[in-house]
C-alpha cells in the first residue's frame, strides 16, 4: 500500500544528463600526441601490431569528411578487431606483439590523416554461424556528434568474403557497400589500405547501430 508522503518511483529515478559533442577534451586525455601533449609512458595508441605478430603486418589510413566535404581534423577514432586467426583478444597488454585494440585521430598536419599499424584481421564467425569477411570495427568521435558514431573498415581484395559476408550483404545498395571498402596501396614496398570516411551528404559512410 502507498504511503500518503511516499515520493511517486517516477521522481526517485535520476534523470538522463543532455548528450554533448566530442570536445577537446578527447584529445587532451586520450590522444596526448595530437593534442600536443607529451605522452604517457605506457600509451593505447595506433601500433595495434609490432614485429612479430603473426599475420600480413599493414597500415590503414584515411581522413574524415563533415558534410560539406571539408576536412575534420580532430576527430578521434577508437579501432577493435580480431587478430590473423579471427580471434579477438580481450587482455590490452603494451608488450604484446599484438592488441585488438587501438586509437588514432586526425590532426592539423599530415594531411589530417588518421592511421593504425596493424595485422589484417582474420574472418570472425557470425552469431548465425556464418563467416564474416575480415573486418576493423571503428568508432568516430567528432565535434557536432552526440554518440560516436560506429561503423567497418572491410578490404578491396576481400572480394569473395565480402560477398558472402553477412552483415556487409544486408546493405542492399552497391554503391553504399562501397562506403565501407578500403582500396589497396602500395607505399614504400608496405601494404597500406585507404578508406575516407564521410560523415554526411553525398557518399556517406554506412554507420551501424550496434
Not at 64 to 78: K, M, P, S, T, Y
Request: with cysteine; net charge negative.
Amino acid at each position: 500500500m502507498k504511503q500518503p508522503n511516499s515520493v511517486p518511483t517516477s521522481e526517485l529515478m535520476l534523470r538522463e544528463t543532455a548528450s554533448q559533442t566530442a570536445g577537446p577534451y578527447v584529445h587532451i586525455g586520450l590522444a596526448l600526441a595530437a593534442a600536443g601533449n607529451p605522452t604517457r609512458d605506457e600509451e593505447i595508441w595506433n601500433e595495434m601490431a609490432k614485429p612479430g605478430a603473426e599475420g600480413e603486418l599493414i597500415e590503414v589510413v584515411g581522413t574524415v569528411i563533415d558534410g560539406n566535404g571539408d576536412l575534420v581534423r580532430d576527430a578521434f577514432l577508437e579501432a577493435w578487431q580480431a587478430d590473423a586467426n579471427g580471434v579477438y583478444q580481450p587482455e590490452f597488454d603494451l608488450k604484446k606483439p599484438f592488441n585488438s585494440f587501438g586509437r588514432t585521430a586526425t590532426t592539423f598536419d599530415h594531411g589530417s590523416e588518421w592511421s593504425l599499424k596493424t595485422v589484417k584481421p582474420g574472418p570472425v564467425a557470425h552469431p548465425s554461424g556464418q563467416l564474416m569477411a575480415p573486418h576493423i570495427n571503428l568508432a568516430i568521435f567528432a565535434r557536432g556528434i552526440n554518440i560516436q558514431l560506429q561503423t567497418r573498415l572491410y578490404f578491396e581484395d576481400e572480394a569473395e568474403a565480402n560477398a558472402a559476408c553477412p552483415v556487409l550483404s544486408r546493405i542492399e545498395s552497391p554503391t553504399r557497400r562501397q562506403t565501407l571498402i578500403a582500396k589497396r596501396e602500395e607505399a614504400d614496398g608496405k601494404v597500406r589500405y585507404r578508406l575516407d570516411i564521410k560523415l554526411q551528404g553525398e557518399g556517406e559512410t554506412v554507420f551501424f547501430d550496434f
